[in-house]
């Protein structure tokens, strides 16, 4: 669809009358919420880090496109269809100490909520103790950690290991998740999972749960 194409572009540069219009008016003309975000907004807003990191695009512009495409999805949350197979699991997703991004969040907690999942999110820079006392309190099946800058993935780190340390590891899953991240890097922290995108995170988030319920003893 040819309005994806200039969605996509109205984020990069930087037309927020345009993002809002664009949004409303290809999911008037059928692109569904998931193709306008995934088509459209995530490619704008991650060519915007592009020209960022290339020296074009500064602080301001990342708040600006930021702001954007977060209104665009404010938008089409209402409009995300519930998806008939539903879990019931919970799910608490925060983002670590030291970043603040959360657009990447947000959409992996609308998307769980659209499958069925509980989901408590912690917020933004969250620290290994936050996390630690909210697995401590609630009844999570799986936890969930994004981090944007490479300079945070120690933070992943460091609370992947609070929970060991903490004898919480066992009470709950975790999965991580953000774009400089991958699953070597899940695998070397000890985390169980990691999730792509929005849509791989519900896959798998299933995945999880149906093994936690499976190895758990039935009856009593
Ligand atoms: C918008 C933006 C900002 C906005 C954030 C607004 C907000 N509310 O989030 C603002 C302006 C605040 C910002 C600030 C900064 N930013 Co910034 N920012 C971006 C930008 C352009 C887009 C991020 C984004 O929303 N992407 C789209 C989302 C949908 O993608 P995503 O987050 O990866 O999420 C998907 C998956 O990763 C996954 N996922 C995400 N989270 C989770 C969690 C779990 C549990 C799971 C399973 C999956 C999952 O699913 C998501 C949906 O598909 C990126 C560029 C980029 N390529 O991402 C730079 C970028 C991340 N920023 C960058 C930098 C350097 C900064 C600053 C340090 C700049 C500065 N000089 O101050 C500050 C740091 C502030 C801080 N302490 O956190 C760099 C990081 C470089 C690096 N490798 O470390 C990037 C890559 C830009 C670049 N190319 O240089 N930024």
Same mark, same amino acid.
């Given at each position: 669809?040819?309005? +994806?194409? #200039?969605?996509?572009?109205? &984020?990069? !540069? /930087?037309?927020? @009358?345009?993002?809002?219009? $664009?949004?409303?008016?290809?999911?008037?003309?059928?692109?569904?919420?998931?193709?306008?975000?995934?088509?459209? +907004?995530? #490619?704008?807003?991650?060519? &915007?880090? !592009? /020209?960022?990191? @290339?020296?074009?695009?500064? $602080?301001?512009?990342?708040?600006?496109?930021?702001?954007?495409?977060?209104?665009?999805?404010?938008?089409?949350?209402?409009?995300?269809?519930?998806?008939?197979?539903?879990?019931?699991?919970?799910?608490?997703?925060?983002?670590?100490?030291?970043?603040?991004?959360?657009?990447?969040?947000?959409?992996?907690?609308?998307?769980?909520?659209?499958?069925?999942?509980?989901?408590?999110?912690?917020?933004?820079?969250?620290?290994?103790?936050?996390?630690?006392?909210?697995?401590?309190?609630?009844?999570?099946?799986?936890?969930?950690?994004?981090?944007?800058?490479?300079?945070?993935?120690?933070?992943?780190?460091?609370?992947?290991?609070?929970?060991?340390?903490?004898?919480?590891?066992?009470?709950?899953?975790?999965?991580?998740?953000?774009?400089?991240?991958?699953?070597?890097?899940?695998?070397?922290?000890?985390?169980?999972?990691?999730?792509?995108?929005?849509?791989?995170?519900?896959?798998?988030?299933?995945?999880?749960?149906?093994?936690?319920?499976?190895?758990?003893?039935?009856?009593?």
């Amino acid at each position: 669809m040819q309005l +994806l194409g #200039e969605l996509r572009q109205a &984020v990069l !540069d /930087l037309k927020m @009358d345009e993002v809002d219009r $664009l949004t409303r008016t290809a999911h008037k003309e059928g692109a569904s919420p998931e193709q306008i975000i995934e088509e459209a +907004l995530i #490619e704008g807003i991650r060519k &915007v880090g !592009d /020209l960022f990191a @290339d020296g074009k695009y500064f $602080l301001p512009e990342l708040l600006v496109a930021g702001q954007a495409v977060q209104a665009a999805i404010a938008y089409l949350e209402p409009y995300v269809v519930n998806a008939e197979q539903t879990s019931s699991g919970k799910f608490l997703i925060g983002t670590v100490k030291g970043d603040i991004h959360d657009i990447g969040k947000n959409i992996v907690t609308m998307m769980l909520k659209c499958n069925g999942w509980q989901v408590e999110d912690a917020g933004v820079d969250v620290d290994s103790d936050t996390f630690c006392r909210m697995v401590a309190e609630g009844d999570y099946d799986i936890v969930g950690f994004s981090a944007l800058l490479t300079m945070t993935m120690p933070a992943l780190k460091e609370t992947v290991a609070a929970l060991n340390e903490a004898g919480l590891r066992d009470k709950t899953r975790v999965m991580i998740g953000g774009a400089p991240l991958t699953q070597e890097f899940a695998d070397e922290i000890g985390a169980d999972a990691f999730g792509r995108d929005a849509w791989d995170t519900v896959n798998k988030a299933a995945e999880l749960l149906d093994g936690n319920r499976s190895a758990q003893p039935t009856g009593g």
